[in-house]
């Protein structure tokens, strides 16, 4: 009993940081794709760059998967929608 607690205390003093989750593995912080790439520019008419942002069901990823901050989020959003209505991406795939 005494040594597990000595040994969560050792966990916590060791390089304890935000980042660093006791329960799981190292979480990595993710950056979102448009503010890290000045140059990125979302276009919905560009079917490859909007794949990356949806499941091969054909469903717009989660803001957790994509890294995307909340602003940029809308806007992948509104740009797989705009995509989806001229039928460069799938409103449902088949898998
Ligand atoms: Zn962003």
Do not use: E
Request: charged share 40%; glycine share 4%.
């Amino acid at each position: 009993m005494a040594d597990k607690s000595k040994k969560r205390n050792n966990m916590r003093n060791k390089d304890y940081d935000d980042d660093f989750n006791p329960k799981m593995k190292k979480i990595k912080k993710k950056v979102c794709p448009l503010c890290g790439d000045k140059n990125f520019v979302l276009d919905f008419k560009n079917a490859d760059q909007l794949k990356k942002f949806i499941n091969d069901k054909g469903k717009i990823l989660p803001r957790r998967t994509t890294g995307a901050c909340a602003k940029h989020q809308r806007d992948i959003t509104l740009a797989v929608k705009r995509a989806r209505h001229i039928a460069i991406l799938p409103y449902a795939a088949k898998d």
